[in-house]
């Protein structure tokens, strides 16, 4: 089954304790990208890679890393976390963005920062 | 500033009549245009999508129209059905950026009720 998949899928932690939200596609997908979802902000984009080992900020990165060292894993890095990194993540995959492209989603991964 | 959106957090329809959900954007760049449905506890998935060399798409239930010249797209269902009841997502995207980012409305919440 083709799919995107986010580990863990519910996680609370303390400020300042280093933690990554693993991503993992199976569908050989180029893109891969990060998003968070809050209450009346719709999903702002994190990070996004286009290939391995290419990765770009996008509109909300502060705070957070991402590697591609491999085509089928992004996973997102949040080195001191802090209480205003409480939210929603989605990772999502495509093989391209546009043309009929579709970004395939994960679940999603519920942080709380205590 | 907020390039696409939603202006309608919330749309409440009948079973069985049209369901419009509607979309403006300020970036003149953008002529990609797609829109997510999401259910609670679930990530977001592709629903329809429209270049901006068309001003319709169709899919089944659903179609898609944009009027470039006045920066607004909309979602038409037809006939709505509960299982339709989701927050729908406004996307857009940009071919000068690769098509490398999605800049998301902030969504609207649709109920469909018998």
């Known amino acids: 089954e083709a799919q995107v998949t986010q580990n863990p899928r519910y996680l609370i932690t303390v400020t300042g304790k280093k933690l990554t939200v693993t991503c993992s596609q199976n569908?050989?997908?180029?893109?891969m990208s990060w998003y968070r979802q809050d209450p009346g902000l719709g999903l702002r984009q994190i990070y996004y890679?286009?290939?391995?080992?290419?990765?770009d900020k996008g509109d909300v990165p502060e705070g957070y890393k991402v590697s591609r060292k491999e085509k089928r894993n992004f996973p997102l890095i949040l080195e001191s976390p802090s209480p205003n990194q409480t939210s929603l993540y989605f990772c999502?995959?495509?093989?391209?963005?546009?043309?009929?492209?579709?970004?395939?989603f994960g679940p999603g991964t519920r942080l709380t920062v205590l | 500033d907020q390039q696409v959106k939603q202006n309608s957090p919330s749309l409440s329809v009948q079973e069985g009549r049209i369901s419009i959900l509607n979309c403006d954007y300020t970036?003149?760049?953008?002529?990609?245009f797609l829109w997510y449905k999401k259910y609670p506890a679930e990530g977001p998935t592709f629903l329809i999508s429209?270049?901006?060399?068309?001003d319709k798409n169709e899919d089944g239930r659903f179609t898609v129209f944009l009027n470039k010249s006045a920066k607004h797209l909309s979602l038409h269902i037809v006939p709505s059905q509960p299982g339709d009841s989701a927050v729908y997502f406004c996307?857009?995207?940009?071919?000068?950026?690769?098509?490398?980012?999605?800049?998301f409305g902030k969504g609207t919440m649709l109920l469909v009720s018998p």
């Open positions: 890679s286009m290939n391995v080992e290419v990765t």
């Open positions: 970036n003149s760049m953008f002529d990609y």
């Open positions: 996307a857009a995207s940009e071919m000068n950026s690769g098509y490398s980012t999605l800049t």
């Open positions: 429209i270049s901006s060399i068309k």
């Open positions: 569908m050989n997908h180029e893109y």
């Open positions: 999502a995959s495509s093989r391209r963005l546009a043309g009929g492209g579709e970004q395939f």
